[in-house]
């Protein structure tokens, strides 16, 4: 069981940034299995993957974000971030942070391999 809530979106022009944060929750030894992501989602569109960590630390982008954004996870704060540089008009999007467990390690940006949503927080770039 994983209990996740974002913080961090707003407003912000093009080229600028922005730090979202996920806040979590779940049994202490969960987390050597527990791998995390974020999604977003625009009105109209499927919900896509963006990034991902792995419990070893490893990630994964999508094309469309790389270079621009990235990941990360504090577990003696129990929280994970997406750090969002070079912001553009199409990053505009509700962004939700999304967790599961595994033994192995993965790569995919799938939604359905992952069992646990926060709320989501929205995100706006203007141009």
């Known amino acids: 069981q994983v209990h996740l809530v974002e913080s961090g979106g707003g407003s912000v022009q093009g080229g600028g940034s922005l730090r979202l944060s996920c806040a979590f929750s779940t049994y202490t030894y969960s987390r050597f299995y527990m791998y995390m992501g974020w999604f977003r989602q625009s009105p109209g569109k499927e919900r896509e993957g963006v990034a991902r960590i792995n419990s070893d630390g490893s990630t994964t982008y999508a094309d469309s974000v790389k270079g621009r954004f990235t990941i990360s996870q504090d577990n003696a704060k129990n929280t994970l971030y997406l750090q969002m540089n070079s912001l553009k008009p199409e990053d505009t999007a509700m962004y939700y942070c999304?967790?599961?467990?595994?033994?192995?390690?993965?790569?995919?940006?799938?939604?359905?391999?992952?069992?646990?949503w926060g709320q989501g927080t929205q995100v706006t770039v203007s141009s």
């Open positions: 999304a967790a599961s467990f595994s033994a192995r390690s993965g790569f995919d940006l799938r939604v359905r391999d992952f069992n646990y």
